[in-house]
C-alpha cells in the first residue's frame, strides 16, 4: 500500500512538472490581424406550410371546380385510351397536348401508354410557382393559327386554349376552294372531324359558296369578340356538377328530363332566352336536313357517308365537296347555329342554292 502511494506521488509530481516546462516555453501573444470582409448573407427559407395553405386549406373551391371537372366531357370521354395514337392523343390526352404546345406539330412526338385525359394541369400552371396567383393562371393564352387554313383565332387569353384542340383538322383529301378544282374521293370518310367549334364560332373554314347570302367577317358576331368559350360553357354560379362552371356542359338531367342550362343565354338575351333563341336551331335544322336531303338525291351521300371506295372513287365539284364539307362541319359542330347563326344560315342556304342550280 505505501509502494502504491509512492509511485501515485511521484507520477503525479512528474506530470506537474511537464506543466511547467510547457507552459514556460509558450511565448508572447502576436499582434491582433485585420478583421476578414463580411461573409455573403443567405436567402431567407420560405415557410412551406405558408406557400401549401394558400390552396390546401379549409376552403373548399378546389374541392368544387374539382367535381365539376370530374364530371366534364374531358374527363369521362374515355377518349385519353388513344395515347397510343400520334394523331389523336395531341387532344384527347393531357400529355399528348402538352407535346405539341411545345413543338407547334400536328402530331405528338411519341405514344403515350400510360396517357390521362385531359385535367386541371392541361389548362392551368398548377404548382409551377407555389403560389395561389399563378397557379390557376391559364397555360397558354396566345392566339392560335387553325390547322386546316391558317387562319388566326384570337377568341380572348381565357379561351384560346379551347381553339387550340376545338378547331378543324387537316383533311386528306384537302378541304377545296370555291370555284377551284374537284375532288376526288375514295373512302366514305372524310371532313372537319369532332371539334370544329371554335372556328364555326369565329366564321371560317367552312365552304363560303357563292350565293345570296352574305358571310360576316370572322370575329365580327357578339360570341366571338366578347363570349367566347368560357363566357357560356363555364358561366357562375353553375348548376353543380352538372352544368356550367367546370363542367363546360350547357345541358343536365333532371328527374330523367334532359334540360338545357340557359343561365349565360338569359345573362345576354334576357327573359326566358334558350337555345333556340329566335328560332335559330328549328330554322337551321330545317336547312341542315333540306341540304342532306339534296346530297343523299343526288347519290353523294348514302346514309350520312360519302358515296366514296377504293374501288368505286367519287369525284365531285368544288361545290359538291363544299356542300359535303358545311353539311359535316355544322352537324359536328353541334349547336345547330347558336355559336355564330348568321355564318351558318348562310352557309346552308348558299350550299342548298349552288345543290338546285
Known amino acids: 500500500m505505501k509502494r502504491f502511494t509512492y509511485l501515485f506521488s511521484l507520477t503525479l509530481t512528474v506530470f506537474a512538472l511537464a506543466a511547467v516546462v510547457i507552459i514556460g516555453c509558450e511565448g508572447p501573444a502576436g499582434a491582433t490581424g485585420a478583421a476578414g470582409a463580411d461573409g455573403k448573407d443567405g436567402i431567407d427559407g420560405v415557410d412551406a406550410n405558408a406557400t401549401c395553405t394558400q390552396c390546401h386549406s379549409q376552403d373548399t373551391d378546389i374541392l368544387a371546380k374539382s367535381l365539376e371537372a370530374d364530371g366534364s366531357g374531358h374527363m369521362l370521354g374515355g377518349h385519353f385510351r388513344y395515347g397510343d395514337r400520334t394523331d389523336c392523343s395531341i387532344c384527347h390526352t393531357h400529355e399528348g397536348f402538352l407535346d405539341?404546345?411545345?413543338?407547334?406539330?400536328?402530331?405528338?412526338?411519341?405514344?403515350?401508354?400510360?396517357?390521362?385525359?385531359?385535367?386541371?394541369?392541361?389548362?392551368?400552371?398548377?404548382?409551377?410557382?407555389?403560389?395561389?396567383?399563378?397557379?390557376?393562371?391559364?397555360?397558354?393564352?396566345?392566339?392560335?393559327?387553325?390547322?386546316?387554313?391558317?387562319?388566326?383565332?384570337?377568341?380572348?387569353?381565357?379561351?384560346?386554349?379551347?381553339?387550340?384542340?376545338?378547331?378543324?383538322?387537316?383533311?386528306?383529301?384537302?378541304?377545296?376552294?370555291?370555284?377551284?378544282?374537284?375532288?376526288?374521293?375514295?373512302?366514305?370518310?372524310?371532313?372537319?372531324?369532332?371539334?370544329?367549334?371554335?372556328?364555326?364560332?369565329?366564321?371560317?373554314?367552312?365552304?363560303?359558296?357563292?350565293?345570296?347570302?352574305?358571310?360576316?367577317?370572322?370575329?365580327?358576331?357578339?360570341?366571338?369578340?366578347?363570349?367566347?368559350?368560357?363566357?357560356?360553357?363555364?358561366?357562375?354560379?353553375?348548376?353543380?356538377?352538372?352544368?356550367?362552371?367546370h363542367t363546360l356542359s350547357m345541358t343536365y338531367e333532371s328527374r330523367g328530363t334532359a334540360r338545357e342550362f340557359t343561365a349565360s343565354c338569359e345573362n345576354c338575351h334576357g327573359g326566358d332566352a334558350d337555345f333556340d333563341y329566335m328560332n335559330i336551331q328549328t330554322d337551321v335544322t330545317a336547312l341542315w336536313d333540306s341540304l342532306d336531303v339534296i346530297l343523299h338525291a343526288k347519290n353523294i351521300l348514302v346514309d350520312g357517308d360519302i358515296n366514296a371506295s377504293t374501288e368505286a372513287p367519287l369525284t365531285l365539284t368544288a361545290d359538291e365537296a363544299g356542300a359535303v364539307l358545311n353539311l359535316l362541319y355544322i352537324d359536328e359542330d353541334a349547336s345547330f347555329g347558336v355559336h355564330n347563326p348568321r355564318y351558318v344560315k348562310a352557309l346552308l342556304k348558299n350550299s342548298i342554292q349552288a345543290m338546285s342550280n
Open 100 to 245: 405539341i404546345m411545345a413543338s407547334g406539330a400536328m402530331e405528338a412526338s411519341k405514344e403515350y401508354e400510360d396517357a390521362t385525359p385531359p385535367n386541371c394541369r392541361t389548362c392551368h400552371n398548377v404548382h409551377k410557382d407555389y403560389d395561389k396567383a399563378t397557379d390557376f393562371d391559364i397555360r397558354f393564352i396566345d392566339p392560335v393559327t387553325l390547322w386546316d387554313n391558317d387562319v388566326v383565332v384570337d377568341l380572348g387569353p381565357d379561351n384560346n386554349i379551347c381553339v387550340s384542340c376545338h378547331q378543324p383538322r387537316a383533311m386528306e383529301p384537302a378541304a377545296p376552294a370555291v370555284g377551284g378544282a374537284d375532288v376526288v374521293f375514295t373512302d366514305d370518310s372524310w371532313g372537319p372531324h369532332h371539334g370544329p367549334q371554335s372556328a364555326i364560332v369565329w366564321g371560317t373554314a367552312a365552304y363560303e359558296t357563292v350565293g345570296d347570302e352574305s358571310y360576316p367577317i370572322g370575329g365580327s358576331t357578339s360570341h366571338a369578340n366578347s363570349a367566347g368559350c368560357t363566357g357560356c360553357h363555364m358561366v357562375e354560379p353553375g348548376r353543380g356538377d352538372q352544368a356550367g362552371g
